[in-house]
């Protein structure tokens, strides 16, 4: 039976009369499911509603058998530490309960009515300088509370980031995620600044293959070990593809494409504006520890006239026009 928190309680009074909290689970039957709203390596993400509330939720449903066929047990029980990890900020997608039957594991999260920003992206062929920078500040503010938390996603790119119905942004599939050892705890007070784990000892940096091609970092393909530096790589990656409508390193396989990759072999097309050209030359920079970091990127003047903090998730997000 799976343990995942009860989600709800209701008072009864038992056989003598004593008022006992009954710990209610939800299950497959509290929900009635809609359409399917995409599609994983080893789940599917389903629409549903919950019946007692009518809430609606996307549900993601991964099978059993295949999940352990597949050897990918680990990589569920990451996504479900982590998302259990970043609960509290609104650019993450949230999840609410898990539950199974005999057959599959569902986990009921947040529903992104905006979709990925890869299809949004690739209806509108380019974001222009407003939109870029309104959903870079908003993945950039939600890289950094998952960085100060000790998460490196580890495989960034616009399928992975969702809109919700204010089309703001949700970043999800944190199923390669890496959750870095936590810092021994006199260390843990503010003033020290953190720990940027491209200077932590070869142990605590993460250490498995992930990703996808065109976002890799050059250190995941040189040295198989990715730092929270990898996730700003992929960063740098998304805020050229917002701009020119396709990301900076693209070959005709992957083997090619990783070459790029380590050659930083890419360039930027004619009309890139200087500003945006300026942040992503900083970040696309092979040695990791020389890559801008959040604070700074935070200051860069691309990002001139964005408020971080909560102001970021209370404006209206900018109407989507394309960067011509
Ligand atoms: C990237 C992902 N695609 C999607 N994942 C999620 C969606 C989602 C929604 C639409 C959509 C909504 N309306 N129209 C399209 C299209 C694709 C979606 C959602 O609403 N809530 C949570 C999701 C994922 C959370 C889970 C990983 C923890 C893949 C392709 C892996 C299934």
Known sequence: QDRGAAV??????????????????????????????????YSTVVFATDRQTLKEYAIKILDKRHIIKEKKVKYVNIEKDTLNRLTDHPGIVRLYYTFQDERSLYFVLDLCKGGELLG????????????????????LDTIDYMHKRGVIHRDLKPENVLLDHQMYVKITDFGTAKILKTRRPEESTSSIPPIDSSDLPEEERASSFV??????????????????????????CIIYQLLAGRPPFKAGNEYQTFQKIVQLDYEFPIGFPAVA??????????????????????????FDGISWGAELWKQKAPRLKAYV
């Open 120 to 139: 949004v992206l690739k209806r509108m062929t380019t974001f222009d300088e407003e939109c870029t920078r309104f959903y870079g500040a908003q993945i």
């Open 8 to 41: 709800a309680v209701r008072q009864e009074v038992d056989a003598n009369g004593k008022t006992v909290a009954r710990y209610i689970k939800k299950g497959v039957r509290d929900f009635s499911f809609g359409n399917t709203l995409g599609e994983g390596s």
């Open 211 to 236: 990703g996808t091609a065109e976002y890799v970092s050059p250190e995941l393909l040189t040295e198989k070990n990715a730092c929270k530096a990898s996730d700003l790589w992929a960063f740098g």
């Open 277 to 302: 050209r300026d942040l992503v030359e900083r970040l696309l920079v092979l040695e990791p520890a020389r890559r801008l970091q959040i604070e700074h990127i935070k200051n860069h003047e691309f």
